[in-house]
């Protein structure tokens, strides 16, 4: 480029940034004269002033999809037909449980009160309604005679092994504290013993040994009622999807695509088709990009360096999900939102692309939404990793069976200054106030689902190849695959674009 074209072209730049009443520095007109679609990178800017780091970032954006454009796919649209292109939504965001727009906590020592006194009040209500079970205030063990029979309630402090072998509990009720002994000798409850974690609100049914101790005989969760699954009347379904983090080198979006087209009805077979054309709404259940800055060394992992490219590669993809879709999207820890739970919806700012798709619902983690009179419990699932850190019985591979856990102990948070943040609101965002009819989740990057007192949990893995992190932890994820459940019958159909397409 000569002089004059280089004059002409910075003359253009200035003359555009003016017509839109934006105010552009020499550093900027630099680095856009060496681009011939200036324009466009500077049609993606709506700030008042063209910010130098602003045109790097599209440009990286940009730079990035053109060196991908060889191994990107196209979306194919099939013919859409069946009842859920034809019929309305019928689903409601229950903004009562999700923190989004709710957050008070300053962080001082009356927020720590509140939090816990709200979680102790719910989950110790739902002990004392519990049939068989009418439990006292420690304060009462004072007038029971040694060995009598007595009901307690509370939240664990510490739970350890004591001398001589025995699992010593420790809890408190806003009155006082008291222990409880487990015996070593009983091998049902001491492995029922193994699964409590600090902050748990548990019952306690046993004997009396001291004015501060008892023998247990048996624990009480707050749990599930039992019931049988409620269906829905019409014969619609929900697709499941998590994980794909979007950005990452490892990022499979070819698969993805191969899901797109799919959800689009591109399809031969009639009967896929017509399952096909049951799938009203989609569940993207967090980590939908990789983020930038998440963990040491991941600039050199990242196909995306920019954390703004990323979601408009994500925005560009949820796109093209059929409009007549509902989709409902939740943050993970790798989204732009605070890492600490509850975590708010994805600010409007990063997913600026799917404006004006009446479709597409950015709500919290956790976040409750019913879909056809059926309750939903949305939670990406970082409170997983401290649950597989402080218990024995459960495996990454299996993560249906953390997701039942949490269903039994009716909070999603497992212990306050674990690995897992938590941020200390007034009102507890993350005990389970009503019983779920399905409870949706991700972050293990491992598929997974079960059914548990009318719940139906489901984890539907991720849309990343394995890292080296999990090389070095030796997991092994189940990438490719999307769920679809019906909500008239609950049978799970597992879809896999890595490899073939099967049921379940």
């Known amino acids: 480029m000569n002089l004059q074209d280089t004059a002409e072209k910075r003359k253009a730049i200035i003359e555009f940034c003016a017509k839109a009443g934006q105010i552009i520095g020499q550093e900027a007109i630099g680095m856009l004269e060496k681009e011939e679609a200036w324009e466009s990178i500077l049609e993606g800017i709506s700030e008042p002033i063209v910010r130098p780091e602003k045109v790097a970032s599209l440009i990286a954006g940009r730079e990035t999809k053109l060196v991908n454009v060889e191994r990107e796919a196209v979306v194919t649209k099939g013919r859409q037909k069946g009842l859920a292109k ?138 599930m009622s039992q019931r049988p699954p409620k269906l829905s009347e019409r014969d619609l379904s929900v697709c499941l999807v998590s994980d794909t983090h979007v950005g990452s080198k490892l990022f499979m979006e070819k698969e993805f695509t191969r899901f797109l087209s799919w959800i689009n009805g591109d399809t031969a077979s009639e009967k896929e088709a017509e399952r096909l054309g049951k799938i009203k709404y989609l569940v993207v259940a967090g980590d939908n990009v990789d983020g930038v800055g998440v963990y040491p060394e991941q600039y050199d992992e990242l196909a995306i360096r920019d954390i703004y490219a990323q979601y408009g590669k994500f925005c560009e993809l949820i796109g093209q999900v059929p409009e007549h879709i509902e989709v409902f999207i939740i943050p993970g820890q790798h989204d732009a939102v605070r890492r600490a739970d509850p975590q708010p919806a994805i600010p409007g700012e990063f997913v600026k692309g799917l404006e004006g798709r009446g479709n597409v619902h950015f709500v919290g983690s956790p976040s409750w939404v019913e879909i056809e009179g059926l309750k939903c419990l949305i939670y990406h699932g970082g409170s997983f990793h401290d649950m597989y850190a402080a218990t024995k019985h459960l495996s990454v591979k299996e993560p249906q069976n953390a997701m039942i856990e949490l269903l039994r102990r009716r909070d999603i948070s497992t212990g306050f200054g674990l690995n897992q943040p938590y941020v200390p609101e007034k009102r507890d965002f993350m005990v389970i106030r009503e019983e779920p009819d399905f409870y949706f989740g991700g972050d293990m990057h491992h598929k997974g689902y079960s059914h548990y007192r009318g719940c139906t949990v489901a984890n539907a893995g991720c849309w990343q190849e394995r890292t080296n992190f999990q090389i070095r932890e030796g997991h092994v994820p189940t990438p490719g695959i999307a769920l679809d459940i019906s909500l008239k019958t609950r049978r799970i159909t597992e879809n896999n674009f890595k490899g073939e397409v099967g049921n379940a």
């Open 86 to 223: 034809d019929c309305d939504p019928d689903y409601r965001i229950m903004k009562e449980y999700d923190i989004t727009g709710q957050s008070t906590s300053e962080g001082k020592v009356k927020d720590f009160l509140t939090y816990f006194r709200d979680k102790y009040d719910f989950l110790s209500s739902l002990l004392q309604h519990r049939q068989g079970f009418s439990p006292k205030s420690p304060e009462k063990l004072k007038g029971l005679k040694k060995y009598e029979q007595v009901d307690l309630a509370g939240m664990v402090i510490e739970r350890w092994v004591s001398k001589a072998g025995n699992i010593t509990i420790e809890l408190e009720t806003p009155e006082s504290k008291f222990l409880a002994i487990v015996s070593k000798d009983d091998l049902a409850l001491t492995r029922e013993a193994e699964r409590i974690l600090v902050d748990d609100v548990v019952g306690i049914k046993g004997k009396k040994f001291t004015d501060e101790m008892v023998i247990v005989q048996s624990i009480i969760w707050p749990d």
